[in-house]
T-cell receptor, first 108, second 117 residues
Framework: QQPVQSPQAVILREGEDAVINCSSS?????VHWYRQKHGEAPVFLMI?????EQKGHEKISASFNEKKQQSSLYLTASQLSYSGTYFC?????????FGPGTRLSVLP | GAGVSQSPRYKVAKRGQDVALRCDPI?????LFWYQQALGQGPEFLTY????????KSGLPSDRFFAERPEGSVSTLKIQRTQQEDSAVYLC???????????????FGDGTRLSIL
């Protein structure tokens, strides 16, 4: 079953913050985050492996609450280059399932 | 170093024709995944290889779809008797480890955009 993402879409002004949520009805052991720009391949952002783990890369960070089966991606002081569709994903055995994506548009 | 390479970049075929899509993963990557991505949707899992072994093919939509990775490097996704609903972008991804999808980043190719007329 596919993870659920919210919101479906968000529009920001440059410099604003955003949060993208990912949840699953099944137990999560790890959560991946990827960003895909139109017509391009998905690009890996980060993996969270432990309950309650947080990771960060510059102004993009994420948290993972294993008990709640949720992960959130935080984009701080957004830049124009952050525009794209963000996917969370998780492994179920050897199968990997992506969420439906959150389309993020950052305007000048 | 070189990333994941997919060819062709675009493929147009008539309904009923067979097509073959190629994926050349990053050298040394053990794991290889195929995904199908429809417009406006997330990638959908098709199949997973660990070296030459196809460990999961649960996502292949029908027996018209076949994937192989005979020497544990290059992989081919073949679609027989193509239908219009097969039109999509087919993405290939590879990862370094042999632990499947759970704890390794996946590196994606640019995909093959398949259009069935």
């Amino acid at each position: 079953q596919q993870p659920v993402q919210s919101p479906q879409a968000v529009i920001l002004r440059e410099g604003e913050d955003a949060v993208i949520n990912c949840s699953s009805s099944k137990a999560l052991y790890s959560v991946h985050w990827y960003r895909q720009k139109h017509g391009e391949a998905p690009v890996f952002l980060m993996i969270l492996l432990k309950g309650g783990e947080q990771k960060g890369h510059e102004k993009i960070s994420a948290s993972f609450n294993e008990k709640k089966q949720q992960s959130s991606l935080y984009l701080t002081a957004s830049q124009l280059s952050y525009s794209g569709t963000y996917f969370c994903g998780t492994a179920y055995g050897q199968n990997f399932v992506f969420g439906p994506g959150t389309r993020l548009s950052v305007l000048p | 170093g070189a990333g994941v390479s997919q060819s062709p970049r675009y493929k147009v075929a008539k309904r009923g024709q067979d097509v073959a899509l190629r994926c050349d993963p990053i050298s040394g990557h053990v794991s290889l995944f195929w995904y199908q991505q429809a417009l406006g949707q997330g990638p959908e899992f098709l199949t997973y290889f660990q070296n030459e072994a196809q460990l999961d093919k649960s996502g292949l939509p029908s027996d018209r779809f076949f994937a192989e990775r005979p020497e544990g490097s290059v992989s081919t996704l073949k679609i027989q008797r193509t239908q219009q609903e097969d039109s999509a972008v087919y993405l290939c991804a590879s990862s370094l480890g042999s632990y499947g999808a759970s704890n390794q980043p996946q590196h994606f190719g640019d995909g093959t955009r398949l259009s069935i007329l």
